[in-house]
Every structure is written in structure tokens, then in C-alpha cells.
């Protein structure tokens, strides 16, 4: 299957702090869903991204599809203590409707 | 907000019984999915359902297993045989209203524990 690499693999920041994360593909990808998850919950939905260079936001998050189809990032900025969790990207490859997942990035904000 | 409920939240099953795994999709929604994760890794995707059929599914979702919409409202996943490995948290998620889109909205998974 497809491997989405996501960078770094934790992080710990301060409140207040800006967070950058990417996700990256060997393959190239038509869309890219980002998500967050909380301990033993479903992931939720932050951001989906649907063409190359899109700049999409949703509060203090703002997500890119990267111009080589192949990456994408998400940034949040001042960071808060309800934004501990795990963030995923998921791609979908240029064929078929299915969802690859990346390997998560743990956040860990420090009040 | 509509969202995406499952149950049971946690079923504890031996090896080698059949477990069935229930999901009540957003209502008019029209793709319904299957995932699962292994404690601490990644989601992966099982199977994808359109139209009262499987649209794709992954190397997963072997014989083993089986998805069904039995109502207008319920979409489940059958594993017919568990084993150890089957052990996982199993997400529903569905999306689409009127047309395809690709967000997907997640349920808040079964916690399935073979033993």
C-alpha cells in the first residue's frame, strides 16, 4: 500500500507557540484530508484540500497542498492545551476512493 | 451536527467466534467505510461501500470478513472467525451527500478485544 510519511513524529510546545507538520508521499495524491485524534476517540475532520497549492483554513489551522502533489501541511497557530492529540493526514492516490493515512504526528502542548 | 455512532464501544470476544460490529452512518450519506487501528499505529482502511456494494477494499479485508447494509439506517462489519490479530480498534466513517465528496467523518470506534 501506499506509505505517507509524517514529520516530526512528536512534538511538545508551549502554549502560545505557532506548530508546523507535513506529511509526505512517494506518490502523487488528489486529495488530502487532515485529522485529529484524541486518545481512545474517532479521528475528526479539520481540513480537507481538493487541488495543488491550495491554502485552506479552519480557525487557527491552516492546511497546503503541496505544488508537487506529493506533500502536504498543516500549521496551527498559538497554540492552545485542548490541542494535544494526534494529527493525521490522509491522501487519496490518483485512482480509486480510498484513504491512505499517514503516521501521525503526537501534539503535546505545555500550558 | 449529524455524526456517525457505533456499537457496541467495547467487545470482548474469544478466538475464533464471530463478531459483528454496528454502525449508524450520517444520515443520507452515501458511502459508508470501514478502518481499523492497531493500538498506537496508524488507521487503515478495510472496505469501501456504495450503492449496496463493495467499491474497493484493501488486502485487509479478507474472507474473513464481510460488510452489510441491512436497513436503510445500519451498516455492519462481520468477522467471521477472530483471531488474536484482529484485536483493534474499528472505525465506521461515512461521507457523500448528493454527490461524491472525500471527507469523511468517523464514528467513535469499537474497541474489539480477541482473546
Known amino acids: 500500500g501506499q506509505q505517507l510519511n509524517q514529520s516530526p513524529q512528536s512534538m511538545f510546545i508551549q502554549e502560545g507557540e505557532d506548530v508546523s507538520m507535513n506529511c509526505t508521499s512517494s506518490s502523487i495524491f488528489n486529495t488530502w484530508l487532515w485529522y485529529k485524534q484524541d486518545p481512545g476517540e474517532g479521528p475528526v475532520l479539520l481540513i480537507a484540500l481538493y487541488k495543488a497549492g491550495e491554502l485552506t483554513s479552519n480557525g487557527r489551522l491552516t492546511a497546503q497542498f503541496g505544488i508537487t502533489r506529493k506533500d502536504s501541511f498543516l500549521n496551527i497557530s498559538a497554540s492552545i492545551p485542548s490541542d494535544v492529540g494526534i494529527y493525521f493526514c490522509?491522501?487519496?492516490?490518483?485512482?480509486?476512493?480510498?484513504?491512505?493515512f499517514g503516521t501521525g504526528t503526537s501534539l503535546t502542548v505545555i500550558p | 451536527e449529524p455524526e456517525v455512532t457505533q456499537t457496541p464501544s467495547h467487545q470482548v470476544t474469544q478466538m475464533g467466534q464471530e463478531v459483528i460490529l454496528r454502525c449508524v452512518p450520517i444520515s443520507n450519506h452515501l458511502y459508508f467505510y470501514w478502518y481499523r487501528q492497531i493500538l498506537g499505529q496508524k488507521v487503515e482502511f478495510l472496505v469501501s461501500f456504495y450503492n449496496n456494494e463493495i467499491s474497493e477494499k484493501s488486502e485487509i479485508f479478507d474472507d474473513q470478513f464481510s460488510v452489510e447494509r441491512p436497513d436503510g439506517s445500519n451498516f455492519t462489519l462481520k468477522i467471521r472467525s477472530t483471531k488474536l490479530e484482529d484485536s483493534a480498534m474499528y472505525f465506521c466513517a461515512s461521507s457523500g451527500r448528493t454527490q461524491i465528496t472525500y471527507e469523511q467523518y468517523f464514528g467513535p470506534g469499537t474497541r474489539l478485544t480477541v482473546t
Open positions: 490522509a491522501g487519496r492516490p490518483t485512482t480509486g476512493n480510498q484513504f491512505y
